[in-house]
Protein backbone atom coordinates (compact mmCIF):
# COMPACT_ATOMS: atom_id res chain seq x y z
CA UNK A 1 0.00 0.00 0.00
CA UNK A 2 1.76 3.31 -0.77
CA UNK A 3 2.08 5.68 2.28
CA UNK A 4 2.51 9.28 3.03
CA UNK A 5 6.46 8.35 2.92
CA UNK A 6 6.95 8.15 -0.50
CA UNK A 7 3.62 10.67 -1.93
CA UNK A 8 2.11 12.81 0.42
CA UNK A 9 4.03 15.18 2.78
CA UNK A 10 3.76 15.20 6.70
CA UNK A 11 1.45 17.88 7.98
CA UNK A 12 1.18 19.36 11.22
CA UNK A 13 -1.03 22.30 12.02
CA UNK A 14 -1.47 24.27 15.36
CA UNK A 15 -4.77 26.05 16.02
CA UNK A 16 -4.83 28.68 18.47
CA UNK A 17 -7.97 29.09 18.07
CA UNK A 18 -8.92 32.60 20.09
CA UNK A 19 -5.38 32.16 22.74
CA UNK A 20 -2.70 34.34 22.66
CA UNK A 21 -1.59 38.15 22.98
CA UNK A 22 0.16 40.19 20.37
CA UNK A 23 3.52 39.50 22.63
CA UNK A 24 3.22 35.60 22.97
CA UNK A 25 2.36 35.46 19.28
CA UNK A 26 5.99 36.94 18.80
CA UNK A 27 7.23 34.96 21.38
CA UNK A 28 6.14 31.62 19.66
CA UNK A 29 7.49 32.10 16.30
CA UNK A 30 10.62 33.18 17.87
CA UNK A 31 11.11 29.81 19.57
CA UNK A 32 10.35 27.55 16.08
CA UNK A 33 10.73 29.75 13.37
CA UNK A 34 14.00 28.49 12.77
CA UNK A 35 13.39 25.33 14.20
CA UNK A 36 11.10 23.45 11.78
CA UNK A 37 12.07 21.24 8.89
CA UNK A 38 12.40 22.00 5.58
CA UNK A 39 8.39 21.60 3.63
CA UNK A 40 10.17 18.96 1.89
CA UNK A 41 10.41 16.96 4.77
CA UNK A 42 7.63 17.99 7.22
CA UNK A 43 5.05 20.83 6.55
CA UNK A 44 3.55 23.04 9.55
CA UNK A 45 1.10 26.01 9.95
CA UNK A 46 -0.24 27.59 12.65
CA UNK A 47 -3.56 28.96 12.72
CA UNK A 48 -4.63 32.25 14.16
CA UNK A 49 -7.16 35.03 14.71
CA UNK A 50 -7.67 37.76 12.08
CA UNK A 51 -5.69 40.61 14.34
CA UNK A 52 -2.50 38.53 14.24
CA UNK A 53 -1.86 37.11 10.65
CA UNK A 54 -0.21 40.30 9.01
CA UNK A 55 2.45 40.03 11.44
CA UNK A 56 2.64 36.38 11.27
CA UNK A 57 3.43 36.31 7.42
CA UNK A 58 5.93 39.15 8.10
CA UNK A 59 7.60 36.96 11.02
CA UNK A 60 7.72 34.06 9.01
CA UNK A 61 8.80 35.48 5.63
CA UNK A 62 12.43 33.41 6.40
CA UNK A 63 10.72 30.14 7.88
CA UNK A 64 8.68 27.43 6.20
CA UNK A 65 6.30 27.85 8.55
CA UNK A 66 2.31 28.59 6.68
CA UNK A 67 0.47 31.06 7.90
CA UNK A 68 -3.51 29.70 8.49
CA UNK A 69 -6.68 31.26 8.82
CA UNK A 70 -9.07 29.93 11.10
CA UNK A 71 -11.81 31.03 9.04
CA UNK A 72 -13.36 32.87 5.49
CA UNK A 73 -16.34 34.15 3.78
CA UNK A 74 -17.18 32.91 0.95
CA UNK A 75 -17.63 36.07 -1.24
CA UNK A 76 -14.87 38.04 -2.29
CA UNK A 77 -16.01 41.49 -1.31
CA UNK A 78 -19.15 42.98 -0.50
CA UNK A 79 -21.13 44.37 2.76
CA UNK A 80 -20.20 41.64 5.24
CA UNK A 81 -19.66 42.92 8.11
CA UNK A 82 -17.12 41.01 10.16
CA UNK A 83 -15.99 38.46 7.86
CA UNK A 84 -12.62 38.03 5.85
CA UNK A 85 -12.58 37.77 2.56
CA UNK A 86 -10.85 35.23 0.73
CA UNK A 87 -9.18 37.62 -1.46
CA UNK A 88 -7.80 39.79 1.19
CA UNK A 89 -6.25 36.59 3.07
CA UNK A 90 -4.39 35.53 -0.48
CA UNK A 91 -2.99 39.24 -0.51
CA UNK A 92 -1.96 39.36 2.59
CA UNK A 93 0.23 36.05 1.89
CA UNK A 94 -1.76 33.92 3.70
CA UNK A 95 -1.35 30.11 2.49
CA UNK A 96 -3.92 27.87 4.33
CA UNK A 97 -7.39 28.58 5.42
CA UNK A 98 -9.12 26.24 8.45
CA UNK A 99 -13.01 25.40 6.88
CA UNK A 100 -15.84 23.39 8.72
CA UNK A 101 -14.16 23.62 12.04
CA UNK A 102 -16.44 21.72 15.20
CA UNK A 103 -16.48 24.67 16.31
CA UNK A 104 -17.94 26.80 13.55
CA UNK A 105 -20.51 24.83 13.15
CA UNK A 106 -21.64 24.24 16.85
CA UNK A 107 -20.99 27.85 17.49
CA UNK A 108 -22.06 29.63 14.93
CA UNK A 109 -24.74 27.39 12.55
CA UNK A 110 -22.16 26.79 9.75
CA UNK A 111 -23.43 23.82 7.68
CA UNK A 112 -22.40 21.94 5.11
CA UNK A 113 -23.88 24.26 2.11
CA UNK A 114 -21.22 27.08 3.75
CA UNK A 115 -18.72 24.74 3.85
CA UNK A 116 -18.74 24.22 0.27
CA UNK A 117 -19.37 27.84 -0.88
CA UNK A 118 -16.44 28.81 1.39
CA UNK A 119 -14.37 25.79 -0.45
CA UNK A 120 -14.57 27.10 -3.39
CA UNK A 121 -13.71 30.64 -2.54
CA UNK A 122 -10.92 30.14 -1.06
CA UNK A 123 -9.85 27.38 -4.14
CA UNK A 124 -10.38 30.45 -6.61
CA UNK A 125 -8.25 32.90 -4.45
CA UNK A 126 -5.71 30.45 -4.43
CA UNK A 127 -5.50 29.27 -1.07
CA UNK A 128 -5.34 26.20 0.32
CA UNK A 129 -8.35 24.78 2.13
CA UNK A 130 -8.04 22.34 5.33
CA UNK A 131 -11.67 20.84 5.27
CA UNK A 132 -12.90 19.60 8.74
CA UNK A 133 -15.08 16.46 8.97
CA UNK A 134 -16.62 16.11 12.12
CA UNK A 135 -18.94 13.04 11.57
CA UNK A 136 -19.50 10.44 13.45
CA UNK A 137 -17.90 7.47 11.58
CA UNK A 138 -18.79 4.82 14.23
CA UNK A 139 -21.92 3.73 12.09
CA UNK A 140 -19.81 2.58 9.67
CA UNK A 141 -17.64 0.41 11.22
CA UNK A 142 -19.11 -3.23 10.20
CA UNK A 143 -17.47 -3.37 6.89
CA UNK A 144 -14.60 -1.04 5.11
CA UNK A 145 -15.96 -2.28 1.83
CA UNK A 146 -17.89 -0.64 -1.03
CA UNK A 147 -19.16 2.06 1.63
CA UNK A 148 -21.48 4.97 0.63
CA UNK A 149 -19.06 8.41 0.20
CA UNK A 150 -19.24 10.04 3.23
CA UNK A 151 -21.77 13.01 3.43
CA UNK A 152 -19.96 15.76 4.79
CA UNK A 153 -16.61 14.93 2.54
CA UNK A 154 -18.88 14.94 -0.35
CA UNK A 155 -21.02 18.25 0.14
CA UNK A 156 -18.05 20.23 1.11
CA UNK A 157 -16.41 19.25 -2.31
CA UNK A 158 -19.49 19.24 -4.36
CA UNK A 159 -18.14 21.65 -7.57
CA UNK A 160 -14.46 20.65 -6.62
CA UNK A 161 -12.39 19.85 -9.52
CA UNK A 162 -9.64 17.33 -10.36
CA UNK A 163 -7.13 20.01 -10.67
CA UNK A 164 -8.00 21.65 -7.35
CA UNK A 165 -8.60 19.01 -5.03
CA UNK A 166 -4.79 18.51 -5.07
CA UNK A 167 -5.09 21.35 -2.75
CA UNK A 168 -7.38 20.42 -0.54
CA UNK A 169 -6.28 18.36 2.91
CA UNK A 170 -9.18 17.16 5.06
CA UNK A 171 -8.65 17.03 8.67
CA UNK A 172 -10.98 14.21 10.68
CA UNK A 173 -12.00 15.73 14.08
CA UNK A 174 -14.68 13.81 16.25
CA UNK A 175 -16.47 15.65 17.68
CA UNK A 176 -16.45 13.91 21.80
CA UNK A 177 -12.65 14.12 21.05
CA UNK A 178 -12.07 18.01 20.81
CA UNK A 179 -11.39 19.75 23.73
CA UNK A 180 -11.75 16.16 25.84
CA UNK A 181 -8.42 15.11 26.45
CA UNK A 182 -9.22 11.98 25.08
CA UNK A 183 -8.13 11.26 21.25
CA UNK A 184 -9.84 8.45 19.61
CA UNK A 185 -7.55 5.75 19.52
CA UNK A 186 -4.78 4.93 16.56
CA UNK A 187 -7.46 2.70 15.15
CA UNK A 188 -10.62 4.01 15.20
CA UNK A 189 -8.86 7.55 13.70
CA UNK A 190 -7.14 4.85 10.87
CA UNK A 191 -10.35 3.40 10.24
CA UNK A 192 -11.92 7.22 9.25
CA UNK A 193 -9.27 8.16 7.60
CA UNK A 194 -9.79 5.19 5.85
CA UNK A 195 -12.94 5.72 4.51
CA UNK A 196 -12.27 9.24 3.92
CA UNK A 197 -10.39 7.65 1.12
CA UNK A 198 -12.14 5.81 0.08
CA UNK A 199 -14.85 8.64 -0.22
CA UNK A 200 -12.13 10.73 -2.37
CA UNK A 201 -11.44 7.79 -4.73
CA UNK A 202 -15.44 7.23 -5.30
CA UNK A 203 -15.36 10.95 -6.23
CA UNK A 204 -12.51 11.13 -7.85
CA UNK A 205 -10.26 8.30 -8.41
CA UNK A 206 -8.18 5.91 -6.31
CA UNK A 207 -4.66 7.46 -7.64
CA UNK A 208 -6.33 11.12 -6.53
CA UNK A 209 -7.43 9.99 -3.30
CA UNK A 210 -3.63 8.61 -2.81
CA UNK A 211 -2.38 11.69 -3.10
CA UNK A 212 -4.59 13.71 -0.81
CA UNK A 213 -3.71 13.92 2.98
CA UNK A 214 -5.69 13.24 5.69
CA UNK A 215 -4.94 14.59 9.36
CA UNK A 216 -6.49 13.77 12.50
CA UNK A 217 -7.60 16.32 14.87
CA UNK A 218 -9.06 15.98 18.59
CA UNK A 219 -6.75 15.65 21.59
CA UNK A 220 -3.88 14.92 20.10
CA UNK A 221 -0.55 15.70 22.43
CA UNK A 222 2.93 14.14 22.33
CA UNK A 223 1.81 11.06 23.77
CA UNK A 224 -0.32 9.95 21.22
CA UNK A 225 0.77 11.56 18.09
CA UNK A 226 3.42 8.69 16.74
CA UNK A 227 0.53 6.16 17.14
CA UNK A 228 -2.06 8.82 15.60
CA UNK A 229 0.67 9.43 13.04
CA UNK A 230 2.07 5.79 12.21
CA UNK A 231 -1.45 4.57 10.94
CA UNK A 232 -1.37 4.23 6.99
CA UNK A 233 -3.96 6.67 6.21
CA UNK A 234 -2.92 9.64 8.61
CA UNK A 235 -0.65 12.34 7.24
CA UNK A 236 -0.74 14.72 9.97
CA UNK A 237 -2.28 16.28 12.88
CA UNK A 238 -4.34 19.14 13.77
CA UNK A 239 -3.41 20.34 16.93
CA UNK A 240 -5.76 22.78 19.56
CA UNK A 241 -4.22 22.55 22.92
CA UNK A 242 -0.74 20.85 22.99
CA UNK A 243 0.12 23.47 20.19
CA UNK A 244 0.08 26.44 22.12
CA UNK A 245 2.98 25.79 23.70
CA UNK A 246 5.87 25.92 21.18
CA UNK A 247 8.05 23.26 22.72
CA UNK A 248 5.16 20.70 22.29
CA UNK A 249 4.56 21.94 19.00
CA UNK A 250 8.30 21.34 17.65
CA UNK A 251 8.02 18.12 19.47
CA UNK A 252 5.37 17.09 17.50
CA UNK A 253 6.68 18.17 14.22
CA UNK A 254 9.57 16.16 15.02
CA UNK A 255 7.11 13.15 15.99
CA UNK A 256 5.52 14.10 12.61
CA UNK A 257 9.23 13.58 10.60
CA UNK A 258 10.42 10.38 12.70
CA UNK A 259 6.90 8.33 11.80
CA UNK A 260 7.18 9.80 7.95
CA UNK A 261 10.84 8.32 7.86
CA UNK A 262 9.90 4.98 9.39
CA UNK A 263 7.19 4.61 6.90
CA UNK A 264 8.11 1.27 4.63
CA UNK A 265 8.39 2.11 1.13
CA UNK A 266 6.12 0.26 -1.80
Known sequence: MTTYKNCRIPFVVANWK???????????????NQQVPD?????????????????????TENSPIHVVAENVHWQDAGAYT????????ADLGVTYVLIGHFERRKFFNETDATVNLKVMAALRNGLKPIVDIDEDMSVYTQSMEAQPAVAQVAA????????????????????WAIGSGEAASAQQAQK????IRQTLAQLYSPSIAEKIRILYGGSVDINNAAQIMGQADIDGVLVGRAALDPEQFLSLVAIAQQTSSSQPAD
Open 18 to 32: INKLKGQVFDYLEKV
Open 39 to 59: SSVVETGIAAQDIFLADMVRE
Open 82 to 89: GETSPRAL
Open 156 to 175: ALAGVSVDQIRNVTIAYEPT
Open 192 to 195: AAQL
